[in-house]
């Protein structure tokens, strides 16, 4: 399995909440494209871009080039009315885990950049996943769920970014 994460910084306001409803609706025409298996969307609690990122496992790459992925709009045909509002459209694959992790009500999804997989977020176990694809914009992204206790010491890593989840992560509609 491969995992797809797509980070955008939206700098219209006044199309935000507009922008947020299609986004929900295109993640359930993502998740009928066969080999999307999970799809989760999320808010960085901090303001800094880019503020928002949807997660999703899918079965390989291949997924990308197939007709059903490009006939949904993938690979952003299906935003173009909101493109002018990306000030931050950033695209990864990554390698490393079998399924991105559901985040439920209460739990952050932590997210470290690095260059290297050689260093610890204290108190805090991270899964580190390798560049696989598109952007390529971290060699590797370490990835944890965690409550609500250890969250103010990361959001003062600039390394760091603490997620809230925006919709529940959602499965396969094929």
Not at 33 to 58: C, E, I, N, W
Not at 90 to 106: H, K, Q, S, T, V
Not at 135 to 155: F, I, K, Q
Request: glycine share 10%.
């Amino acid at each position: 399995m491969t995992i797809y994460m797509v980070q955008h910084a939206f700098s219209r306001p006044d199309w935000e909440d507009e922008w947020n409803a299609w986004y929900g609706g295109n993640l359930k025409v993502l998740m009928s494209v066969p080999g999307f298996r999970t799809g989760q969307r999320f808010k960085a609690l901090d303001g800094s871009p880019p503020r928002y990122m949807a997660v999703y496992t899918v079965d390989s790459p291949d997924v990308f080039e197939s007709k059903c992925y490009k006939e949904a709009g993938g690979g952003g045909t299906n935003s173009q009315r909101f493109r002018p509002a990306y000030q931050v459209w950033i695209r990864n694959l990554f390698e490393g885990i079998d399924a991105a992790p559901a985040i439920r009500d209460g739990e952050y999804l932590v997210t470290a950049d690095s260059i290297a997989r050689d260093w610890d977020l204290p108190g805090v176990q991270l899964t580190w996943l390798e560049s696989a694809g598109f952007h390529r914009s971290t060699p590797y992204r370490g990835l944890a769920v965690v409550g609500r206790d250890p969250l103010e010491p990361m959001r003062r890593n600039n390394s760091v970014t603490v997620y809230q989840p925006i919709t529940a992560q959602q499965g396969p509609l094929y």
